[in-house]
Nanobody
Framework: GQQLRESGGGSVQAGKSLSLACEAS????????VAWFRQGPGKEREGVAK????????RIADSVKGRLTISQGNAERTVDLYLTDLKPEDSGMYYC????????????????????WGQGTRVRVSI
């Protein structure tokens, strides 16, 4: 079945940037919605960005708008997340998820809309 794998996490200082990648094991003809979620300590998992791989349409959560971009990567079946001006509150596990394209065209961030999830990659931001 479909598998997702995140990479690129690590430890960085506040104010720096970090690039994460999500790679799928299989191509889904017709496109999907690929979303990034994150979960910090003591917090609920929150959606931060999503992209419709068919149209390229992107939605960014208000909490990270201006400091985060999402794009289709140069490699096949890859979606990248680029974080800038990192803050300690950005620390946590970052997860890639895939679902129907419709999920990318709503203003909500509902976990059950996504069928496949990666294992996560950890981001640590120090002051």
């Amino acid at each position: 079945g479909q598998q997702l794998r995140e990479s690129g996490g690590g430890s960085v200082q506040a104010g720096k940037s970090l690039s994460l990648a999500c790679e799928a094991s299989a191509y889904v003809y017709g496109g999907v919605c690929v979303a990034w979620f994150r979960q910090g300590p003591g917090k609920e998992r929150e959606g931060v960005a999503k992209i419709d791989t068919m149209t390229g349409s992107v939605r960014i959560a208000d909490s990270v708008k201006g400091r985060l971009t999402i794009s289709q990567g140069n490699a096949e079946r890859t979606v990248d997340l680029y974080l800038t001006d990192l803050k300690p509150e950005d620390s946590g596990m970052y997860y890639c998820a895939a679902g129907d394209r419709a999920a990318c065209h709503s203003g909500s961030w509902t976990r059950h809309e996504y069928y496949h999830w990666g294992q996560g990659t950890r981001v640590r931001v120090s002051i």
